[in-house]
Structures are given as structure tokens and as C-alpha cells.
């Protein structure tokens, strides 16, 4: 079974900046497209940002500028790094990876979150 494994997630200032990693593992080898979701209390999961294995970014308008994903395919890795950080930027943070083919998710998979937490 696929299983990602979140880090990074902690306490910074507002203006801050922290840089979450996702390592995948298991049977990795259809996985095309990742990604980091929010979830805040009380409200759905949100898109942050999303990459596909041939690099090509999608990020929420409320983080252009903000935050940059990368990935190293030959790793397993996903990283978001998040610059000038504000409150609203509070939220555990989940990593996602997918398979898709035919622009349909096939196979979706999540991580267990990890906690972001900006102070004003």
C-alpha cells in the first residue's frame, strides 16, 4: 500500500517560513501527480499547491507568490516551501498522491497531516 509520511509542520511568527516534506513509499511506481491540501477546523480540504511528475505547477491563489513545490521524483519526495507566512495560513497540512490517466484520478492517497500554526 502507498503511505505518506509528512514533516516539517510546526509553530512560526507571522512572516516566517517553514518547509514541509512528503515522503511516499510502497508501490509508488504509477503515482503522476502530487500535491498538499488544507484542512482548517470546521471546514473542507483546500488545494494549496499540486505538481506533476513533468513539473507543471498549480498552486491557490492565496499562496502565489508565497509558496514553491517541488519534487524529487527519484527520492519519493514532495516539498512545499512556505515563505511570509500569515495566521490564515493555520491548518494541518496534508500531503496527496495520485495516479491519474485520462485527466481522471485513479488511485488517491493521503498523508496524516501535519500541523502548521502561525502566530500574529
Known amino acids: 500500500q502507498v503511505q505518506l509520511v509528512e514533516s516539517g509542520g510546526g509553530l512560526v511568527q507571522a512572516g516566517g517560513s517553514l518547509r514541509l516534506s512528503c515522503a511516499v513509499s510502497?508501490?509508488?511506481?504509477?503515482?503522476?501527480?502530487m500535491g498538499w491540501y488544507l484542512q482548517a477546523p470546521g471546514k473542507q480540504r483546500d488545494l494549496v499547491a499540486t505538481?506533476?511528475?513533468?513539473?507543471?505547477?498549480n498552486y491557490a491563489d492565496s499562496v502565489k507568490g508565497r509558496f514553491t513545490i517541488s519534487r524529487d521524483n527519484a527520492k519519493n519526495t514532495v516539498s512545499l516551501q512556505m515563505n511570509s507566512l500569515k495566521p490564515e495560513d493555520t491548518a494541518v497540512y496534508y500531503c496527496?498522491?495520485?495516479?491519474?490517466?485520462?485527466?481522471?484520478?485513479?488511485?488517491?492517497?493521503w498523508g496524516q497531516g501535519t500541523q502548521v500554526t502561525v502566530s500574529s
Open positions: 496527496n498522491a495520485q495516479y491519474r490517466s485520462g485527466n481522471i484520478v485513479r488511485e488517491n492517497y
Open positions: 510502497g508501490g509508488t511506481y504509477k503515482i503522476n501527480h
Open positions: 505538481i506533476s511528475n513533468g513539473g507543471s505547477t
